[in-house]
């Protein structure tokens, strides 16, 4: 499907969507009755239910609600003068006061969570959540000359969060406590919405898009509900803003210039350019299911013709990224600096799913009762698959803990995976590759001048700079996945040496050491530099590539990625940028990954430094606890064999962490002696992130490097990498193995595999371009696949990598072929010499096209 066909397509669906939102409620009665439902629907999604809350699997949840509520009524009671709660200071610190907010929710909601708790029903508490509120709003949020300092998103977004759930939990203690409580908030977070327009959402701000847009509606659909009037409005206008996140985001023809959203491949992007399906996608595929719950039989909206959406987002955009319970870091931005694990990602997108799969099935079609039960079967698929237990305790809502635990019970649910056991996916739309395999998986982030390089703010993820440079990593099966990667991964191996980088040797600072704060701050510079402008955006916290090249082509289970690597935008633009703006040039490199069954082989091109620096390029870097049991075992191109670590002119190496019961192999197709190392590494956390506590953590770090020294010219590289390779399979390569590079300069990279019958070719630069018979014009990603068998069936896949071009041609030479079936836009044809195949291209934003030919 084109994605102009798809901007159709979406239009309509936009039509469609307008329809989900009826256009007005039948008389007041009905107005009531659905605020009033829709305020016990959030209560049951929030506090749990008398029944879900006596099933024994919502105990630890209770008790953890309970010691959280008793401990903030403790830190209250300690307060002294100026405090609402002892040790936390209000008035200049805007983190300060959304902590305030969240204790008085933790504590409001302990009271209405049916169960053992002694705080359950307790008004005199309640009351006292209710004077907290109107004391806070007194001294510390009422007055808006006072407000707003800080980050933004704790005005628009956090602390309206917390107030409107704290005030739907305590509706009836509120209207007979205080009932202008409510009307004096709502105008209060009315007034603080500064980046909206009168005081409600602006669809045309980069600050209300995405999941930022459905935290806002959802917040403010909430205060509609507890509003006696204009509440029934409020709750319409706010569902019809948060409807767009529905939408398919079409990159030449953005609906108000926002690019943020789910896109027709399963990418998502926040902040414009950021790839970040594990951190603001799974808070909005949150935020969504929550809404549609508590919506449900109100006669706001009719969710159901929503469900087929979400459902897409977690088949095509989650399930991709999650390994064994593990969320892919190549899609967490500044998350992969925080403790939190991938496993714990995981958990908030399966309670997501199990929502999602209860109203799937409650919506009775044949279709979303097969959605209901892939999704039931998913759930299950994670809980047998992850290396960590699964901690429901953590869900938000006790009733969701219910029925992940009937789904787990259920012996008619079968364990499925969401994915084919063989799957390679290009999200060409935020510049990653995810190739999977039984047995590993391969996670590929890359950038362009579409995409950032990486993400940094506020503290967080202090050393990013070469984390979309062709970092990788490699999630080896049965491995629990917080000793090779996570936030002590980053902690422990060096920014230039992760995995899969090539980048010049050098010390760099981060944005504290720089300019002593979290940002660089010069607001009277022309290009207006503050916390949250647009300059710090495109130069400091999120700053892309200046080259167009970024892409790969899929072919079934295939697939094959490409980058010309470059500075960034920061460096581009130094003439622009005030004097003491500090900016850093980037090595140079084109790049190719071709995704096969048993490896994964790079070519390399063009490496070395405009500026004459030494260049180091990482094949792999990998941690283990300190203690595993690893060996480094491998053999030299004169045949004899070689134990690490060292330097030496190697023909493969095997790392074997038998702790784990895992391994590596890389096969050195074409590369000067390769540098090994495996160090005892101790760092703090707080290298990473600021709010990180000091903590020491130690890893065995095994480097696997090739060299380019200062001063020499451009190198060229070649190796593989084989996941849980054994010694045999390794010698099998060196032995006239499948793999043949057929080219490898920044024109042309290109390999072929004899076993598949595959050729792979990436191409950079205009001009024609030939490897095995493939000839192709203009940069393109081309997969050949020919079949061994009587009849000759071809296959063949083409992408436009810089996602500009309208047409690519490739020429298969040889006998001529007939089509057999394609996709649209592609047109065969006999030419000279053999089959010409011609690709519409124009606005397809880096998807594949396929065609079959036979003889």
């Not at 305790?393 to 006790?398: E, G, K, L, N, T």
């Not at 000279?832 to 519409?840: E, H, L």
Request: charged share 20%; aromatic share 8%; net charge positive.
């Amino acid at each position: 499907m084109e994605i102009t066909r798809r901007h159709l397509l979406s239009a309509l669906s936009a039509a469609g969507l307008l329809a989900v939102v009826p256009a007005g409620r039948a008389d007041a009665a009905a107005v009531a009755e659905g605020r009033a439902l829709l305020i016990a629907n959030t209560v049951a999604v929030l506090a749990g239910t008398a029944a879900s809350n006596a099933r024994p699997e919502t105990a630890a949840k209770l008790a953890a609600v309970d010691r959280t509520a008793r401990a903030n009524l403790a830190a209250m009671d300690g307060a002294g003068e100026g405090e609402l709660f002892a040790g936390l200071p209000l008035g200049t610190d805007e983190a300060n006061l959304d902590t305030a907010y969240r204790r008085l929710y933790e504590i409001a909601l302990a009271t209405r969570a049916p169960g053992p708790s002694a705080l359950y029903g307790d008004s005199a508490v309640q009351r006292r959540v209710i004077d907290g509120l109107a004391w806070l709003h007194e001294h510390h949020y009422g007055d808006q000359t006072k407000g707003y300092y800080g980050n933004w998103f704790h005005w628009e977004i956090g602390i309206s969060q917390h107030v409107s759930r704290t005030l739907v939990l305590l509706a009836d203690e509120v209207r007979a406590h205080r009932p202008s409580l409510v009307p004096t908030y709502v105008a209060s977070m009315d007034a603080y919405l500064r980046n909206g327009t009168d005081g409600d959402v602006n669809l045309d701000s980069r600050f209300h898009t995405g999941a930022n847009l459905a935290d806002i509606t959802t917040n403010r659909v909430l205060q509609g509900a507890l509003l006696d009037e204009g509440g029934d409005a409020r709750v319409r206008k706010a569902l019809t803003d948060q409807l767009t996140v529905f939408l398919t985001v079409d990159p030449y023809r953005p609906r108000h210039g926002m690019t943020d959203g789910h896109y027709a491949d399963g990418s998502f992007l926040q902040h414009a350019s950021v790839a970040y399906t594990g951190s603001y996608g799974k808070g909005l595929l949150t935020r969504v299911v929550q809404t549609l719950k508590i919506l449900d039989g109100t006669g706001f909206a009719h969710g159901g013709e929503l469900l087929p959406t979400v459902h897409g987002w977690v088949k095509d955009g989650f399930a991709p990224l999650i390994f064994e319970g593990w969320m892919m870091e190549i899609v967490k931005g500044r998350a992969v600096a925080r403790t939190d694990t991938g496993y714990a990602d995981v958990a908030v997108v399966v309670e997501a799913v199990v929502d999602l799969a209860f109203l799937a099935a409650r919506a009775g079609t044949g279709a979303l009762e097969r959605a209901a039960d892939a999704l039931k079967s998913y759930v299950k698929h994670i809980a047998a698959t992850s290396r960590a237990p699964l901690d429901p305790a953590r869900f938000v809502s006790p009733v969701s803990i219910v029925r992940h635990a009937d789904i787990i019970a259920d012996p008619a649910v079968r364990p499925a995976d969401l994915n084919p056991a063989e799957r390679s996916v290009a999200f060409n739309a935020m510049d990653r590759t995810v190739h999977r395999r039984p047995g590993y998986a391969f996670a590929l982030a890359r950038s362009s001048e579409r995409i950032s390089k990486y993400e940094y703010m506020n503290g967080e993820n202090l050393m990013p700079w070469f984390q979309g440079d062709g970092a990788h990593h490699l999630y080896l099966s049965g491995q629990d996945q917080t000793q090779a990667y996570g936030v002590d991964y980053y902690t422990t191996v060096p920014p230039h040496g992760l995995a899969g980088v090539t980048a010049p040797v050098e010390q760099r600072r981060t944005v504290p050491e720089l300019y002593g704060k979290a940002f660089y701050d010069n607001p009277g510079h022309p290009l207006h530099f503050t916390a949250s402008s647009e300059s710090q955006n495109k130069y400091v916290y999120f700053p892309r590539g200046t080259n167009a090249h970024s892409g790969g082509a899929v072919l079934g289970a295939y697939g094959t990625a490409s980058m010309v690597q470059s500075s960034d935008a920061a460096h581009r633009d130094r003439a622009l940028l005030p004097d003491d703006f500090v900016v850093y040039r980037n090595a140079t490199a084109t790049k190719s990954w071709f995704l096969l069954d048993d490896e994964i082989v790079v070519l390399a091109a063009g490496v070395g430094d405009a500026g004459g620096r030494a260049v180091t390029t990482t094949v792999d870097a990998r941690t283990a606890a300190p203690d595993d049991l690893t060996s480094l075992t491998g053999v030299r191109r004169d045949g004899r064999a070689w134990s690490g670590p060292g330097t030496a002119d190697l023909k493969w190496l095997r790392y074997a962490n038998a702790t784990q019961g895992t391994a590596v192999g890389y096969v050195f197709l074409d590369t000067p002696p390769v540098r090994v190392s495996l160090d005892r590494v101790t760092r703090s956390r707080r290298l990473v992130r600021t709010a990180n506590a000091d903590t020491r953590v130690t890893r065995s770090v095994l480097g696997v490097c090739l060299d380019t020294p200062a001063g020499t010219g451009p190198a060229r590289l070649a190796y593989a990498l084989v996941p849980n390779a054994t010694e045999d399979r390794l010698r099998a390569h060196t032995r006239r193995g499948p793999l043949r590079v057929l080219a490898n300069s920044i024109r042309l990279q290109a390999l072929s595999h004899t076993g598949l019958g595959l050729t792979a070719v990436n191409t950079f630069t205009s001009g024609r371009h030939e490897a095995a018979r493939v000839r192709v014009d203009g940069p393109a990603s081309v997969i050949v696949r020919r079949e061994a068998r009587p009849g000759r069936g071809v296959t063949v896949a083409v992408s436009d990598p810089t996602t500009g071009r309208d047409t690519i041609t490739v020429l298969l030479r040889g006998r001529g072929l007939r089509k057999v079936a394609a996709d649209p836009g592609v047109r065969v044809s006999r030419a000279p010499g053999g089959t010409r195949i011609d690709v519409d291209t124009h606005h397809a934003y880096g998807r594949s096209f396929t065609v079959t030919l036979r003889t």
